[in-house]
């Protein structure tokens, strides 16, 4: 599919890195475009619905779904809680790539040297921290 390449990004301090794709655009919850400011230290996702997400990224990398993170298989599943992204951060976090995985997550590295999280959309729409979406 168009537009799937990875997105290598730069550690600069104020850059933005977008990426964009018209076919996923077109799905349901999708995303149209990521953003990773590191300077903000936000994630954020412009959905295919025109719903705009922000994430914190320690947030993130603190609710990373892997099984190492998540202390084993039994416990694999489930989402992110939205309150726990809106906890203030007690430090700052790169990313170094992002990698769409299929039409349905996004695998994140960070500079710490975790890469093993996979990020599904579904996951992330639901846990969107907006002010709207936090209140359902």
Same mark, same amino acid.
């Given at each position: 599919?168009?537009? @799937?390449?990875?997105? +290598?990004?730069?550690?600069?301090?104020?850059?933005?890195?977008?990426?964009? /794709?018209?076919?996923?655009?077109?799905?349901? +919850? /999708?995303?149209?475009?990521?953003?990773?400011?590191?300077?903000?230290?936000? @994630?954020?996702?412009?959905?295919?619905?025109?719903?705009? /997400?922000? +994430?914190? @990224?320690?947030?993130?990398?603190?609710?990373?779904?892997?099984?190492?993170?998540?202390?084993?298989?039994?416990?694999?599943?489930?989402?992110?809680?939205?309150?726990?992204?809106?906890?203030?951060?007690?430090?700052?976090?790169?990313?170094?790539?992002?990698?769409?995985?299929?039409?349905?997550?996004?695998?994140?590295?960070?500079?710490?040297?975790?890469?093993?999280?996979?990020?599904?959309?579904?996951? @992330?729409?639901?846990?969107?921290?907006?002010?709207?979406?936090?209140?359902?």
């Amino acid at each position: 599919m168009p537009g @799937l390449a990875p997105v +290598y990004l730069n550690q600069t301090p104020n850059e933005t890195i977008n990426w964009q /794709s018209e076919a996923i655009a077109e799905m349901n +919850y /999708s995303p149209a475009d990521i953003q990773v400011n590191l300077a903000k230290q936000t @994630l954020t996702i412009i959905w295919g619905d025109n719903h705009v /997400s922000r +994430y914190p @990224l320690f947030a993130l990398r603190q609710q990373c779904p892997c099984v190492e993170c998540r202390g084993g298989h039994q416990n694999m599943g489930g989402g992110i809680n939205p309150a726990d992204l809106l906890v203030p951060p007690i430090g700052t976090i790169g990313v170094t790539n992002l990698d769409m995985v299929g039409n349905y997550a996004v695998k994140i590295s960070w500079d710490d040297g975790h890469d093993m999280g996979i990020y599904t959309w579904k996951m @992330l729409r639901q846990a969107c921290p907006c002010e709207v979406c936090y209140k359902r």
